[in-house]
């Protein structure tokens, strides 16, 4: 069975660093690229960013670009997510999601709140 | 950036309604699309992927179908666990894929 599990998510203050882990299981990691998707509260999906299987290519959504990182470690089965310079609009649930090109398995999320 | 664009927003519907939800995109994308179903509180659940194919385990009352710009969800025979909240999804290329903003379908 696939499953995707987050964490790492918390409050932090604006101008602040987190880090969001992904622990991935139930499929070969390195066979995927994967994805980090956020909903803002009351709000719509955005997709974050984008990883190849083997790391050689990123994409990011242009809002995060220069302050988030993408990265994974398929030894681990896992994926994360740097975020820094946080800001009050990144406040969102944050899914990591398998990306077939769309996303076929999605995780549980993690909630990271900005707020002094 | 391709922009999603759903409608309607929110729409009202009894169980047994056929519902069909409208996605267009704001250039061609092929049949690079998908949708996906969210309940309050959960992750998004795929249903349909590359417009019209249908997610291994998903009720075959869910359809898809268009291609290029303009995309339709139908539910032929709406039922309790389908009160929801749809979107759609772009993925003509790999960077940025975007969502339309979400159609709500609410118990009439």
């Known amino acids: 069975e696939v499953q995707l599990v987050e964490s790492g998510g918390g409050l932090v203050q604006p101008g602040g660093s987190l880090r969001l882990s992904c622990a991935a299981s139930?499929?070969?990691?390195?066979?995927?690229?994967m994805s980090w998707v956020r909903q803002a509260p009351g709000k719509g999906l955005e997709w974050v960013a984008n990883?190849?299987?083997?790391?050689?290519?990123?994409y990011y959504v242009d809002s995060v670009k220069g302050r988030f990182t993408i990265s994974r470690d398929n030894a681990k089965n896992s994926l994360y997510l740097q975020m820094n310079s946080l800001r009050a609009e990144d406040t969102a649930v944050y899914y990591c999601?398998?990306?077939?090109?769309?996303?076929?398995?999605w995780g549980q999320g993690t909630l990271v709140t900005v707020s002094p | 950036d391709i922009q999603m664009t759903q409608s309607p927003s929110t729409l009202s519907a009894s169980v047994g309604d056929r519902v069909t939800i409208t996605c267009r995109a704001s250039q061609s994308i092929s049949s690079w699309l998908a949708w996906y179903q969210q309940k309050p509180g959960k992750a998004p659940k795929l249903l349909i992927y590359?417009?019209?194919s249908l997610e291994s385990g998903v009720p075959s009352r869910f359809s898809g179908s268009g291609s290029g710009t303009e995309f339709t969800l139908t539910i032929s025979s709406l039922q309790p666990d389908d009160f929801a909240t749809y979107y759609c999804?772009?993925?003509?290329?790999?960077?940025?894929?975007?969502f339309g903003q979400g159609t709500k379908v609410e118990i009439k």
């Open positions: 139930g499929f070969t990691l390195s066979s995927y690229w």
């Open positions: 999601a398998r990306a077939a090109h769309h996303f076929d398995y």
């Open positions: 999804q772009q993925y003509d290329n790999y960077s940025p894929w975007t």
């Open positions: 990883i190849k299987q083997d790391g050689s290519e990123k």
């Open positions: 590359k417009a019209s």
